[in-house]
């Protein structure tokens, strides 16, 4: 008879059975390949809209900082040696010139007439300022690249700048249409290299009725066109504070302090 003899397996408890650790790496692996290529594809995503934002913040950031630090003198239309005058933004430069207008535009005073004819100029000079910045932003530049990043802005990022775009674009053509102040006598353009740089006023102009007269003459002749000016720019300041939606900016800087 074959005799059967017993082996004594002895267990090494140094040893670790893999099996549960191969299989957790595999599936981290198997992660790992579907899920960083994705979130690769998400980061890449973010960083080049964040940057086309950045982009069009700098480039539109030039029409906000005009509208929004620039001050005009506005002159108070009055028969006073001593007329008061202040500091004021564009939206509010405007609503005194509307009133004025409505106010004062059959006087025949001849301080009246020149304090209204030079606030109505320096209306259009900052209208002109604002032309020259917005006709040297690339606004076709822009247009090409709000198509080529359009599939990472959401519709109502999309609405905004086209709408914007949109915007400038007219108030170009508008301003320009309706800049028909140019012809005055009494107070004149002075331009420096084809650049508008300032007004000119002859200093015998008060004892000269006439031409006072005629300049008031053209104002009225054209006071659809001061309107349609006045409305665009009203337009322009509304629309890009609220690309940046200013007055929240404005907000969180006065809380910072």
Not at 166 to 183: R, V
Not at 230 to 252: A, G, M
Request: aromatic share 10%.
């Amino acid at each position: 008879m074959e005799k059967i003899i017993p082996v004594k397996i002895i267990e090494d408890s140094s040893k670790i059975d893999l099996n549960p650790w191969v299989l957790i790496v595999a599936t981290l692996s198997l992660i790992a390949a579907v899920v960083l290529p994705f979130a690769q594809k998400r980061y890449e995503e973010f960083k080049t809209k964040r940057n086309f934002q950045y982009y069009l913040k700098k480039q539109v950031g030039l029409v906000l900082n005009l509208l929004s630090t620039q001050k005009l003198e506005y002159i108070e239309p009055t028969v006073k040696n001593d007329p008061k005058k202040e500091l004021l933004f564009i939206k509010d430069f405007i609503l005194k010139i509307k009133s004025d207008y409505k106010e004062h535009k059959n006087t025949n005073q001849p301080r009246v007439i020149f304090m209204s004819l030079m606030n109505i100029q320096k209306l259009c000079h900052f209208s002109y300022q604002l032309r020259q910045i917005i006709s040297n932003i690339d606004l076709k530049n822009i247009t090409e690249k709000t198509l080529e990043h359009g599939r990472e802005l959401s519709k109502k990022e999309l609405n905004k700048i086209y709408g914007l775009i949109l915007i400038y674009e007219s108030y170009i053509g508008i301003s320009t249409f309706h800049d028909n102040f140019d012809k005055t006598e009494s107070i004149k353009r002075e331009f420096k290299d084809n650049v508008w740089v300032g007004l000119k006023v002859e200093n015998n102009l008060l004892s000269n009725q006439s031409v006072l007269n005629n300049d008031l003459l053209i104002i009225n002749d054209n006071e659809n066109s001061l309107e349609e000016l006045q409305n665009i720019l009203l337009i322009v300041t509304q629309e890009t504070k609220k690309y940046f939606d200013y007055k929240n900016l404005q907000s969180k800087r006065k809380g910072s302090y």
